[in-house]
């Protein structure tokens, strides 16, 4: 039986990797390890790619969120508005300038922030809305963006499943006041091993999210703030230099073989991820949701074909956050859901016959 992981580097670098090599390399001769001219080409490769005037490398896509909360200068006894359907460095990020996270629910279409139920959470301690865009999938940027706006927020949008996505004409990272990413290897652009990136059209807010990045010394070894080491390394940033080149491929392949998904997938028994009409979905995740998602993981693994869950127990629920006295039901779109949810494999190499199979799969499921 035919073996389909749920995702597979190994082939993006058996394309790649000759490419990869000799670049690093070239890296690894110059000693530019920390910032450095590679960081800088990739700073401004990406911003132009994004659509904005700035963009600041870091380490890690939890980093680029922490920094950015810092730059809007977030900090104890502030509330920031956000969502619990996310991985939970969004909420640790705000956690980390002791700000309090406050949680709204999700649509049921796009499972991104509902604009109606922000401003009921508002009151004089908020200072920031920390919107996530979903398994690559902006959230509704009008809506979100006129509520910043009337109440004097910060807005923030955290990027790290939507390189490339777009709202409208606007690109994820591009519409609020920041945009984080986050460069993990599995992401749709993926470094080889951790990065993030803070983008802005807004100078002083970048100079300060580079500033902090780098133990605030504007000159060397005296410092400004309470700051960090947060920087991008320069190996990083090479290969991240690398596959820049490769991701509107990329994107349309995923974009392809989320088409072959959504034809094949009887939805009489479930729930597929489907593209809003106003926006470009890059899908680094392509969900299913069933009522019998454990049992289906289950059949589908034995048939050696790899899943995963994204994520099946929201933030507001986990061990962490149950200081905040969220309870079960009080974001029932949420949980509903996080319970149902069944991520298939969707990485561009992937055989489109391979495609159809596990479509096939699930059909027989849905028919036992």
């Known amino acids: 039986m035919k073996k389909i992981p749920y995702f597979d580097l190994k082939q993006q670098y058996n394309l790649i990797g000759a490419d990869l090599e000799k670049k690093i390399i ?19 490769k990406f911003s132009n790619y994004i659509g904005t ?26 509330e920031v508005i956000t969502v619990s359907m996310t991985f939970i460095a969004t909420v640790m990020s705000i956690s980390y300038t002791n700000a309090k996270p406050v949680f709204v629910d999700v649509e049921d ?11 009921s959470k508002i009151n004089s301690r908020t200072k920031a809305i920390l919107v996530v ?29 939507a ?17 984080t990413f986050s460069f993990y290897p599995g992401k749709n652009l993926g470094a080889c091993g951790e990065g993030g990136a803070v983008t802005s059209n807004n100078k002083k807010l970048i100079e300060k999210v580079k500033s902090l990045r780098n133990w605030s010394q504007p000159r060397r070894y005296e410092h400004t703030d309470i700051s960090y080491n947060y920087r991008m390394d320069g190996l990083q940033a090479t ?28 939805t009489e028994n479930c729930q597929i991820t489907t593209e809003a009409n106003d926006r470009f979905h890059v899908y680094h995740i392509f969900s299913i949701f069933h009522k019998e998602s454990l049992k289906l993981k289950s059949y589908l693994n034995e048939r050696n074909i790899g899943t995963n869950n ?15 006295g969220y309870k079960n039901n009080d974001l029932p779109i949420t949980e509903l859901y996080s319970k149902l949810q069944l991520s298939l494999p969707i990485y561009p190499e992937i055989k489109l016959n391979d495609v159809i199979y596990i479509s096939k799969i699930i059909n027989n499921f849905n028919l036992r």
């Not at 690109?171 to 945009?179: C, L, P, R």
């Not at 994204?310 to 905040?324: G, T």
Request: charged share 20%; aromatic share 8%; glycine share 8%.
């Open 26 to 44: 070239k890296t690894l001769r110059s000693t530019n390890y920390a910032l450095g001219p590679e960081v800088e080409k990739f700073e401004s």
């Open 53 to 78: 005037n700035y963009c600041a490398g870091v380490n890690t896509g939890t980093s680029a969120l922490h920094l950015a909360l810092l730059a809007a200068g977030i900090g104890s006894g502030d």
């Open 109 to 119: 279409k796009t499972l991104t922030m509902n604009p109606y139920l922000i401003e």
């Open 133 to 161: 865009h979903l398994y690559g999938q902006c959230a509704d940027m009008s809506k979100i963006s006129k509520i910043a706006k009337k109440n004097n927020l910060f807005l923030i949008e955290d990027s790290s499943q």
């Open 163 to 179: 390189h490339g996505a777009k709202y409208k004409n606007d690109n994820a990272g591009s519409i609020g006041d920041f945009g």
């Open 239 to 266: 290969s991240l230099n690398v596959k820049l080149k490769y991701i509107k491929k990329w994107t349309q392949l995923r974009r392809n073989i989320a088409g072959i998904y959504q034809k094949n997938i009887k």
């Open 310 to 324: 994204h994520y099946p127990i929201p933030v507001h629920l986990q061990k962490p956050y149950l200081n905040l």
